[in-house]
């Protein structure tokens, strides 16, 4: 049986607020797909901030194993391009294509994404991602391919013109529903319709040029949406993300799949697929176990983490079929309101008073009993022995992956640029974060 081409594609900020799981957002195509593929209802990333994220699926390992401690746009950049997944499928006789956004080098430009090893770069224009895709499905290509579609939506800045009334939106449950919130949401969700329009026509390619039967579609987004409480945060409303697989068996059917995965799992599962042995450097676990039936879980327990974003705010969590357990090393008493992105919701929590509300240091929240992650369970001695058993796991994961929090404060590498934690905004000005004058202004520790 040959191998199955590979078609990789993600969004920006996406989470899980999309159609395939339920909620009234306008995307059609995606549905499609679940309803033909296998949907991940509890799939997680890595990092709910964009470069690590992507990175920790694409090199399958933790962002700080992988060096993407930041944003690509803030000049951080994947310390070893050889551990992208498509070197990995090179062995196996795969060309690799990119068509949009790339987020692991420099800005999205074609420097930096053919310093990735991409063996061909139809455009880094995201507004181009679905054509140059089109044209290159439509251009007979050699098999087996991996091809990259990276669509900029559903990132801010959302879209004011559209059709979508905001009287009848409900918003996402960790915000209020207030007429500016619902209006935040209508703008997301007109974008998500735009994002899904893009796929479809590039679903309808594949289909129109014969490759649907020998080709996986993955999609998955980054993180959780550009809302307060969402992105960048590692409770389930940041961390948690869409994924769907549709393709040949064990990836057709149209079920929902319930078992606790991480987008490092994605790696190996390709591996174990395609018949490539699985580099030393992989922490995840195949995912065809359970595509095949064979296994009902293959973890109990994820990591996810942030170092920098728009700034610094250094936070650890590993999440288990019960418990999320998230702590904060940066001993912060307001939030870092750089690493919210702008947007009426945003305005909103600020003029309540969001800004003078000290972050915990330690949080424990029992995802059965409390699945909005509202109420913290650190303090709490009927829960003394998960609290114990959370910190435990956490240490464990830390020290295995060496990870560098261990060692106190993460330096910036050379080059990199960020905000002020105690600014304002991710649009306030940047600071060189490797020099003495920028780490006395961004008030590291």
Known sequence: MPKPNILYIHSHDSGRYLQPYGYAVPTPNLKRLAERGRLFRRAYCAAPTCSPSRAALLTGQAPHSAGMLGLANRHFILRDFRQHIIHTLKGA???SALAGIQHLAGRAHHRGAEEIGYDRV???????????????LRGAPAEPFWLTVGFFE???????????????????????????????????????????????????????????????????????????????????????????MAGPPPF?????????????????????????????????????????GEKTAVRDELFAEVSYHAAYEPKRAVRGERYTYIRRYDGREAPVLPNIDDGLAKSALLAAGFA????????????????????????????????????ARLDRWMRATDDP?????????PGTVGNDPDGASPRDALYPLDSADGAKNLRLP
């Open 93 to 95: 006789g795969y060309q």
């Open 122 to 136: 139809l455009t880094t224009e995201h507004s181009q991602a679905h054509s140059a895709a089109v044209d290159f």
């Open 154 to 244: 559903t990132h801010r800045e959302f879209p004011t013109a559209h059709s979508i009334n905001p009287d009848f939106v409900q918003p996402p449950a960790c915000l209020p529903d207030t007429p500016a919130v619902r209006q935040d949401m209508a703008n997301y969700m007109a974008m998500a319709q735009t994002l899904d329009d893009k796929i479809g026509v590039v679903l309808a390619a594949l289909d129109a040029a014969d490759l649907r039967e020998n080709t996986l579609v993955l999609y998955t987004t980054d993180h959780g949406l550009a809302f307060p409480g969402m992105k960048c945060n590692l409770t389930d409303d940041g961390i948690g993300v869409a994924l769907i």
């Open 252 to 292: 057709a059917g149209g079920a929902a799949i319930d078992a606790l995965v991480s987008h490092i799992d994605i790696f190996p599962t390709l591996c174990e697929l395609t018949g490539t042995p699985p580099p030393a450097w992989l922490q995840g676990r195949s995912l065809l176990p359970l595509l095949r």
């Open 356 to 391: 003078q509300r000290p972050p915990a240091p330690e949080q424990l929240y029992d995802t059965l009993l409390d699945p909005a992650e509202r109420v913290n369970l650190i303090g709490d001695s009927a829960h003394a022995a998960a609290l114990a058993d959370m910190r």
């Open 405 to 413: 929090l261990l060692r106190g404060h993460i330096p910036a590498p």
